[in-house]
């Protein structure tokens, strides 16, 4: 069920859109497949089972009292149905406390992840103290939070018990009375007393597992707070670029910030080369966000071989463009898992393509070359190898438009221009690169260096 629960919210995660993703942390993505997956263990199926068997004791208890009379059977339907009602007294603050602790769970990871990806600063500083105070802040929230459920839960379970005893009580006194009747021998007075014991002991756990069960469905709620995009299904799939993309007085902003673009056109012709040059902050960067379809609030006009993007299926568009980031990520797995990421090509295919990144320095100093496992983030790479990863991932996709966003800076000059040069002689290649240093020889065979 564990594993279930995880694929439908990756499967959730995997059909949104890039500003959807964004707008949780991913430190709460993180929080949800691990404490939130153990919290629906804990008070979801663990619940489930013991209710299962409650509910198996409570019915043969029932049996049995009606084998002694009938009139049982109705005094023990009446005191379920007050004992029903009881928790449903508690139900709406238990599922607030539990919403409240899954959120200081949330909280407390993204602390944790955030103080520990900030440790060189902290340590530089000579603030490694912060790690301390920052971790135990947000756990004493957690703790708080959890203690505040297990009160709830308490006081929902003593009214229960209370509850619970008065009506063994007055089955007892039934029995008393259906013996003085002479319609009962006495040894069924004991007797319906251990059943109705067994039934409301049973209706009592039964009771607050089943309100436990149910504090499980705002974390459910809680997923559906991240949308999927279902767009994609009804729109033009994209093929191969025929003859430009174009962008006509387009509109963007940040949230509620100030504009980045305004009114901005530019038109990329089929297998010309472009380069974006500007100040940080100019919106270059946003420029090739907004051509790979990650960023689609905008105002506005983007066309691709005269199709609006707003109607293009975004997925088959990024089939036939490749991203190549300054920072990507690399995978804690293989160098040939990094690069091929489910990805199928020929041996020979590979090799060609990392010999064109010029990545074929690193595979040999890896002890097991292709197969070699790189760290989480590739932290043993430099940023240079790292951005030839990326280069070589972008290839193997073979599209015939490369977006470079600062994509070659982390090497050296003579590197960085070797590739750029490489890119610039594929007469196949619609090449648009975002960079804050332009080599004069790289600026004089681009047929146009656009200043944002």
């Known amino acids: 069920?564990?594993?279930?629960?995880?694929?439908?919210?990756?499967?959730?995660?995997?059909?949104?859109?890039?500003?959807?993703?964004?707008?949780?942390?991913?430190?709460?993505?993180?929080?949800?497949?691990?404490?939130?997956?153990?919290?629906i263990n804990d008070y979801g199926f663990s619940m489930f089972f013991f209710v299962t068997n409650q509910i198996a004791n409570i019915v043969l208890s029932i049996f049995s009292l009606l084998t002694f009379h009938y009139s049982l059977l109705i005094t023990v339907a009446v005191l379920t149905g007050i004992m029903l009602l009881a928790p449903k007294l508690f139900t709406r603050r238990l599922n607030?406390?539990?919403v409240a602790q899954t959120k200081m769970n949330e909280e407390l990871t993204k602390q944790v992840t955030d103080v520990l990806e900030g440790f060189?600063?902290?340590?530089?500083?000579?603030?490694?103290?912060?790690?301390?105070?920052?971790?135990?802040?947000?756990?004493?929230?957690?703790?708080?939070a959890r203690i505040d459920y297990a009160k709830t839960a308490g006081s929902m379970s003593a009214t229960v018990n209370i509850v619970?005893?008065?009506?063994?009580i007055a089955v007892l006194v039934h029995a008393a009375l259906l013996f003085m009747a002479h319609l009962i021998p006495a040894g069924a007075v004991s007797n319906a007393s251990y059943f109705a014991s067994t039934i409301f002991t049973s209706l009592t756990g039964a009771t607050a597992n089943i309100a436990e069960m149910s504090a499980v469905q705002?974390?459910?709620?809680?997923?559906?707070?991240?949308?999927?995009?279902?767009?994609?299904?009804?729109?033009?799939?994209v093929t191969p670029l025929e003859n430009q993309i174009a962008i006509q007085?387009?509109?963007?902003?940040?949230?509620?910030?100030?504009p980045?673009?305004?009114?901005?056109?530019?038109?990329?012709?089929?297998?010309?080369?472009y380069a974006l040059v500007g100040d940080s902050g100019s919106g270059?960067?946003?420029?090739?966000?907004?051509?790979?379809?990650?960023?689609?609030h905008y105002s506005g006009q983007i066309r691709y071989d005269g199709q609006d993007y707003q109607r293009l299926d975004l997925q088959s568009l990024r089939r036939q463009i490749s991203f190549l980031e300054q920072s990507p990520h690399v995978f804690n797995a293989s160098l040939r898992e990094n690069i091929l990421l489910g990805r199928e090509i020929t041996e020979s295919q590979l090799r060609a393509i990392i010999e064109r990144a010029g990545l074929n320095q690193l595979i040999a100093k890896l002890p097991q070359g292709l197969d070699s496992i790189l760290t989480h983030n590739g932290q043993d790479l430099s940023g240079g190898q790292k951005q030839r990863i990326s280069l070589v991932r972008g290839l193997v996709n073979g599209a015939e438009i490369m977006l470079l966003d600062e994509a070659t800076t982390s090497l050296d000059q003579r590197a960085s221009d070797d590739i750029e040069q490489n890119l610039l002689d594929d007469p196949q290649l619609t090449l648009v690169i975002v960079t804050h240093h332009l080599h004069e020889t790289i600026a004089a065979q681009l047929h146009q260096v656009l200043q944002i």
Not at 164 to 168: A, C, D, I, K, P
Not at 252 to 257: G, L, N, S
């Open 120 to 144: 060189n600063s902290l340590f530089t500083l000579g603030l490694p103290k912060t790690i301390q105070t920052k971790t135990l802040a947000s756990s004493q929230k957690l703790a708080d």
């Open 249 to 258: 007085n387009l509109n963007f902003a940040y949230d509620q910030q100030q």
């Open 96 to 98: 607030q406390r539990s």
């Open 1 to 39: 069920m564990d594993i279930k629960v995880r694929r439908d919210l990756m499967t959730r995660i995997s059909e949104t859109n890039y500003e959807n993703f964004h707008h949780f942390p991913e430190a709460t993505y993180t929080s949800w497949l691990t404490n939130d997956v153990n919290t």
């Open 284 to 296: 270059k960067s946003t420029i090739l966000n907004l051509l790979v379809g990650q960023l689609t």
């Open 218 to 237: 705002p974390i459910f709620d809680k997923y559906e707070q991240l949308p999927i995009n279902t767009d994609d299904q009804k729109c033009q799939s």
């Open 260 to 273: 980045v673009l305004q009114n901005f056109s530019w038109r990329i012709q089929k297998n010309k080369k």
């Open 164 to 168: 619970s005893l008065l009506s063994q």
